[in-house]
């Protein structure tokens, strides 16, 4: 099946949709870098939006995200880590949405339902007056990923270099250098985004990013 050509419904998910969010984390995520029933349940609480693609009776993906009253490019508040990123409350007026996470389904990757999530966000974004649309990426092309792992990412020593660059002295480098690693030139080719930081220990589970993030943003006003 050509799932580029299968219009998989999206909409928005609830607390009624606990089981198929579970699954798809069992199915999508490493064990350690799974959100547990508790996590996800206090998202919601805090106001947070999830949308998820339906294929039959399972998720194909999901997008979720926090909107907040944060201004992203105020580099000393933004969230130290992913934890303080992803709990979130909603604030008003919603300046950003913090997406924290996009996870498609493994049958499904190399279709468009990551773009889809990508661009849904952006109209929900939009519908609300958001500036801004921030992204947490990971970059799997700084240690790799084994075969056991769910992305298969290899290593990538000049992408390793140029993160550890980034880290020390703050200057950011060429773009042409950041999308080396494929999510973040996923990222970049969907919504034009640029990047902003770079973080470290931001995400310590995540071995195959070496625990970076890099911060990525696109502005709804150009």
């Given at each position: 099946?050509?799932?580029?050509?299968?219009?998989v419904?999206?909409?928005?998910?609830?607390?009624?949709?606990?089981?198929?969010?579970m699954?798809?984390?069992?199915?999508?995520?490493?064990?350690?870098?799974?959100?547990?029933?508790?996590?996800?349940?206090?998202?919601?609480?805090?106001?947070?939006?999830?949308?998820?693609?339906?294929?039959?009776?399972?998720?194909?993906?999901?997008?979720?995200?926090?909107?907040?009253?944060?201004?992203?490019?105020?580099?000393?508040?933004?969230?130290?880590?992913?934890?303080?990123?992803?709990?979130?409350?909603?604030?008003?007026?919603?300046?950003?949405?913090?997406?924290?996470?996009?996870?498609?389904?493994?049958?499904?990757?190399?279709?468009?339902?990551a773009?889809?999530?990508l661009?849904?966000?952006?109209r929900?974004?939009?519908?609300?007056g958001a500036?801004?649309?921030?992204?947490?990426?990971?970059?799997?092309?700084?240690?790799?990923?084994?075969?056991?792992?769910?992305?298969h990412?290899k290593?990538?020593p000049?992408?390793r270099?140029?993160?550890?660059?980034?880290?020390?002295?703050?200057?950011?480098?060429p773009l042409e250098?950041?999308?080396?690693?494929?999510?973040?030139?996923?990222?970049?080719?969907?919504?034009?985004?640029?990047?902003?930081y770079?973080?470290?220990?931001?995400?310590?589970?995540?071995?195959?990013?070496?625990?970076?993030?890099?911060?990525?943003?696109?502005?709804?006003?150009?």
């Amino acid at each position: 099946m050509n799932l580029d050509n299968v219009a998989v419904p999206i909409r928005q998910l609830d607390m009624e949709d606990m089981p198929l969010l579970m699954e798809l984390e069992a199915a999508a995520w490493a064990a350690p870098l799974q959100a547990s029933e508790a996590t996800i349940r206090r998202r919601l609480a805090l106001g947070h939006t999830m949308f998820g693609a339906i294929d039959g009776n399972v998720l194909a993906g999901t997008i979720c995200f926090a909107e907040t009253s944060q201004d992203p490019l105020v580099r000393a508040d933004f969230p130290a880590d992913f934890d303080a990123y992803a709990s979130l409350p909603r604030s008003e007026p919603v300046y950003a949405l913090y997406a924290y996470n996009l996870c498609v389904r493994p049958s499904h990757r190399g279709s468009n339902t990551a773009v889809r999530l990508l661009k849904e966000m952006e109209r929900h974004g939009r519908r609300l007056g958001a500036r801004w649309l921030i992204g947490d990426g990971r970059c799997s092309s700084y240690a790799g990923s084994s075969g056991d792992e769910y992305d298969h990412v290899k290593a990538d020593p000049r992408f390793r270099a140029t993160i550890d660059l980034w880290n020390q002295t703050g200057i950011r480098p060429p773009l042409e250098e950041i999308i080396r690693d494929p999510l973040l030139r996923m990222h970049y080719r969907v919504y034009e985004c640029e990047f902003l930081y770079v973080m470290p220990d931001f995400f310590p589970q995540d071995a195959t990013s070496g625990g970076f993030r890099v911060i990525s943003a696109k502005d709804l006003k150009k």
